[in-house]
């Protein structure tokens, strides 16, 4: 087992192929389906990998029944990720998603490929349901 790393995290997309950039302050980026993904480490010790995907489909603001309707449903039956809405600066919708793991006594390159590709998939899965959405 060892800590959570940017190159550990590197490493794993690597092996899966994925296409993606790493910004200065350490957050990897990129496109999973229709889903904007940012993989960060957060915590004292950036022990947590945290996983948020957001949906590239907006709602209308009118839609905010609808779209805490749609993250309600998602929250019930889906382990992964969080669903909830995040009203954006001109008053659309976005529909995001969070996977968090506390890997605070460290983690495996073949615990953290599983872990990341779980939330990759359910991301893009989350947003292709967004993409869905009458």
């Not at 995001?96 to 490929?113: I, K, N, S």
Request: charged share 25%; aromatic share 6%.
């Amino acid at each position: 087992m060892t800590p959570l790393t940017l190159a550990g995290v590197t490493a794993a997309l690597d092996a899966r192929g994925d296409h993606y950039r790493v910004g200065g302050d350490g957050v990897v980026a990129g496109r999973w389906g229709s889903a904007y993904v940012q993989i960060e480490r957060i915590g004292e010790r950036q022990e947590i990998l945290r996983v948020r995907a957001v949906a590239a489909r907006r709602l209308d603001g009118s839609r905010l029944f609808d779209a805490y309707e749609f993250c309600n449903g998602w929250n019930h039956d889906k382990l992964l990720p969080k669903a909830f809405v995040v009203e954006e600066a001109d008053g659309t919708l976005a529909i995001a998603g969070d996977a968090a793991t506390d890997l605070e006594h460290g983690v495996t390159p073949d615990q953290l490929a599983v872990l990341l590709n779980a939330a990759l998939v359910t991301g893009a899965t989350l947003a292709s349901a967004v993409d869905d959405l009458p």
